[in-house]
């Protein structure tokens, strides 16, 4: 999969694609330097079956809405040349509202140092919030930004996979193979491997969630998003790794996130910020 175009320069106001300073910057050179357990009430006791794996996987996003909350933890590592860098996340998500809590850890530079605080993550539709974001943004204020208009439809922007998102990629889910039974933290589960459309699964989308697929459809010159799968017997997503890969002005960059969930039917509070705490200045660019 190949960005058509994800360049890192200096820009007014907002915060465009290479938000979180960790992922994208590595990406485009301008930057420097499992949880387990069951909870709640599933999908109404479905059993997941090995056949007719793709219309197990469509499913998935619909028996997580049903599922109402859950934990999850994310992870995203990007490599260019001989450099990894990995981000990770942990927090809550309501599926039914498709609104989410992750704080996003950034890794530590080159020297070793731990320069970057946490940043908070709000998660809804066809919006990313960041709290602590730094560039010169005062830590009082939230950066918003309108996923819709990101080339990536912030599969990769924000350091996190938006969790509806990359359970409603698995709608366009092709070439599916039955990998066999295993185990994630003492749960059952089925994995799945296959490739996913991004055009197919934002036709398919909710419509929370159709504006960002789509616009990832449209923003990259390939469609097709490998990935791994693995749902419990009622047809839950436990874990999920999509393997994203695109051109920069560079080398070529792979991207692989990975999302785990469990706890599921947990409370979810999320406050989204008014306008008054949103910052509209200028982001520093390093």
Request: net charge neutral; glycine share 10%; aromatic share 6%.
């Given at each position: 999969m190949v960005v058509r175009q994800h360049r890192c320069g200096g820009g007014p106001l907002a915060v465009r694609a290479l938000v979180v300073a960790g992922v994208m910057a590595v990406a485009a050179g301008c930057a420097g330097g499992g949880g387990g357990g069951s909870g709640g009430a599933g999908a109404d006791g479905r059993a997941v079956?090995?056949?007719r794996p793709a219309v197990v996987l469509g499913q998935a996003a619909d028996v997580l809405a049903e599922a109402g909350g859950a934990e999850t933890r994310t992870s995203m590592e990007t490599a260019v040349g001989g450099?990894?860098?990995?981000?990770?996340g942990q927090g809550t998500y309501d599926f039914r509202r498709q609104l989410g809590q992750i704080k996003v850890v950034l890794p530590k530079d080159a020297a070793g140092a731990d320069g970057h605080r946490p940043i908070t993550e709000l998660l809804a539709p066809g919006a990313l919030y960041m709290k602590h974001r730094g560039a010169g943004v005062p830590d009082d204020k939230?950066?918003?930004?309108?996923?819709?208009?990101?080339?990536?439809?912030?599969?990769?922007?924000?350091?996190?996979?938006?969790?509806?998102?990359?359970?409603?990629?698995?709608?366009?889910?092709?070439?599916?193979?039955?990998?066999?039974?295993?185990?994630?933290?003492?749960?059952?589960?089925?994995?799945?491997?296959?490739?996913?459309d991004l055009g197919r699964a934002a036709l398919a989308a909710s419509p929370?969630?159709?504006?960002?697929?789509?616009?990832?459809?449209?923003?990259?010159?390939?469609?097709?998003?490998?990935?791994?799968?693995?749902?419990?017997?009622?047809?839950?997503l436990r874990k999920v790794r999509h393997r994203f890969s695109f051109a920069a002005e560079g080398p070529a960059v792979s991207v692989v996130s990975t999302m785990l969930l469990y706890g599921f039917g947990a409370t979810v509070t999320v406050t989204l910020p008014d306008d008054a705490h949103i910052y509209t200045g200028r982001i520093r660019q390093s």
């Open positions: 079956s090995a056949e450099t990894r860098v990995t981000i990770r939230w950066v918003r930004v309108d996923t819709t208009a990101l080339e990536d439809g912030n599969l990769v922007t924000g350091g996190v996979t938006d969790p509806m998102a990359a359970a409603e990629l698995l709608r366009g889910a092709r070439e599916v193979t039955y990998r066999g039974r295993t185990e994630l933290a003492g749960v059952a589960v089925r994995h799945y491997r296959g490739v996913a929370l969630s159709r504006g960002a697929l789509a616009a990832a459809a449209k923003g990259f010159s390939r469609d097709a998003v490998p990935f791994d799968a693995y749902l419990d017997d009622e047809g839950r």
